[in-house]
């Protein structure tokens, strides 16, 4: 009973905070967001801890801390939440908040891939395209980036060219029947 009280409380702080961070019902305000967020983050929402993070990564609301965006990141990736292991997967790759770790980053956006996430999915063939955390495999980039290409919103316009255009420039590396094996992985890949 006592568990269903604080989800449902959780559940609440979430909503408030959603609405000061999209100015519903009240000012736009990404201080008040963030205390809101942190709230239900330290309850182990993984949604309000990749949110947490995010506002660390960029800079609102509170100082950039990117140790700290990090930090938050983690906490919901291990909870299996996509976003925050995109987030995670930027953060090695980059080196920000972490050492720069391309074998880490390929480790966090593969498991944000193969939940269906088309910002992770370019990330992860733009790695095996480069060969930067996994051995280059032109085959596993094409499939990933047209992956990735295919998923990306109408509002993502610019992230479906880009990874339309690299997909692109990966095909000219192979041979017919590499890009058709490439297709047919795509094709016949699941979510997980």
């Known amino acids: 009973m006592l568990k269903r009280i604080l989800a449902g409380v959780v559940l609440?702080?979430?909503?408030?905070?959603g609405m000061y961070f999209a100015g519903k019902g009240v000012p736009q305000n990404d201080a008040e967001a963030v205390k809101w967020y942190r709230l239900a983050a330290e309850q182990g929402h993984a949604k309000a801890?990749?949110?947490?993070?995010?506002?660390?990564?960029?800079?609102?609301?509170?100082?950039?801390?990117?140790?700290e965006a990090a930090?938050?990141?983690?906490?919901?990736?291990?909870?299996?939440?996509?976003?925050?292991?995109?987030?995670?997967?930027?953060s090695y790759r980059d080196g920000q908040g972490v050492p720069e770790d391309y074998t880490e980053a390929v480790k966090w956006f593969?498991?944000?891939?193969?939940?269906?996430d088309a910002s992770a999915q370019y990330n992860l063939g733009r790695m095996?395209?480069?060969?930067?955390?996994?051995?280059?495999?032109?085959?596993?980039?094409?499939?990933?980036?047209n992956l990735g290409a295919s998923r990306f919103s109408a509002s993502e316009a610019e992230d479906r060219v880009r990874a339309?255009?690299?997909?692109?420039?990966?095909?000219?590396?192979?041979t017919p029947a590499q890009i058709a094996e490439a297709q047919r992985l795509a094709k016949e890949w699941k979510p997980r």
């Open 128 to 145: 095996y395209g480069t060969g930067k955390g996994v051995p280059q495999d032109y085959v596993q980039a094409h499939m990933w980036l």
């Open 110 to 116: 593969r498991r944000a891939a193969q939940q269906g």
């Open 164 to 174: 339309v255009h690299n997909r692109d420039i990966i095909a000219s590396y192979l």
């Open 12 to 17: 609440i702080v979430m909503l408030l905070a």
């Open 71 to 90: 930090k938050w990141y983690r906490l919901a990736a291990e909870q299996g939440d996509a976003d925050a292991q995109w987030g995670l997967g930027i």
């Open 49 to 67: 801890q990749f949110l947490l993070g995010s506002y660390y990564h960029d800079g609102k609301g509170v100082p950039q801390d990117y140790t």
